[in-house]
């Protein structure tokens, strides 16, 4: 998987907010959704243009680390590392976003308890439960590790 797609997996949650606020056109949304399923290219330049916020974040991050921004390392360090302190600082679009909107916008892991259509119900350590949608990553199962981001599942993780 390219770099730009494992970023738009994580980002593309964020594009539905945009969408909401007004920030980006219905037709920008259809074109992320569609590059987020891996069914069209997506240019670096594109997504810098609709999230420039993590992906400042993250070319600092690549900087310190010595890789290329693009690479799936940065961009994992991130969203697994670094996200969530984005939403405890109140940066950006978190200032004024209600709390149970910064929550839901945690990355978090979680295990597939059940699989239907686009959507899943996951648990997450906190024994929370909560469905979610899954069209972004293929051939999920119940027992699956996944992490998720606002309302989908964005990765699945390795069996350890």
Same mark, same amino acid.
């Given at each position: 998987?390219?770099?730009?797609?494992?970023?738009?997996?994580?980002a593309?949650?964020?594009?539905?907010?945009?969408?909401?606020?007004?920030?980006?056109?219905?037709?920008?949304?259809?074109?992320?959704?569609?590059?987020?399923?891996?069914?069209?290219?997506?240019?670096?330049?594109? #997504?810098? &243009?609709?999230?420039?916020?993590?992906?400042?974040?993250?070319?600092?991050?690549?900087?310190?680390?010595?890789?290329?921004a693009?690479?799936?390392?940065?961009?994992?360090?991130?969203?697994?590392?670094?996200?969530?302190?984005?939403?405890?600082?109140?940066?950006?679009?978190?200032?004024?976003?209600?709390?149970?909107?910064?929550?839901?916008?945690?990355?978090?892991?979680?295990?597939?308890?059940?699989?239907?259509?686009?959507?899943a119900?996951?648990?997450?350590?906190?024994?929370?439960?909560?469905s979610? #949608?899954?069209?972004?990553?293929?051939? #999920? &199962?119940?027992?699956?590790?996944?992490?998720v981001?606002?309302?989908?599942?964005?990765? &699945?993780?390795?069996?350890?």
């Open positions: 998987m390219t770099g730009e797609l494992y970023f738009l997996k994580y593309f949650p964020c594009a539905f907010i945009k969408l909401q606020r007004g920030k980006i056109t219905r037709r920008d949304y259809d074109s992320l959704h569609l590059a987020a399923l891996g069914e069209k290219k997506i240019l670096k330049t594109t #997504l810098e &243009k609709f999230f420039p916020v993590p992906v400042g974040h993250i070319k600092l991050i690549a900087k310190k680390m010595k890789v290329d693009w690479s799936v390392e940065a961009i994992r360090e991130y969203f697994w590392e670094k996200h969530d302190d984005v939403i405890e600082s109140g940066e950006g679009f978190y200032a004024d976003a209600p709390k149970i909107l910064c929550d839901l916008c945690r990355v978090e892991p979680a295990e597939v308890l059940r699989k239907g259509g686009n959507w119900v996951v648990k997450f350590a906190n024994n929370k439960k909560r979610v #949608l899954s069209e972004l990553v293929a051939r #999920l &199962k119940k027992g699956d590790r996944v992490v981001h606002y309302g989908y599942i964005v990765e &699945k993780l390795d069996k350890k």
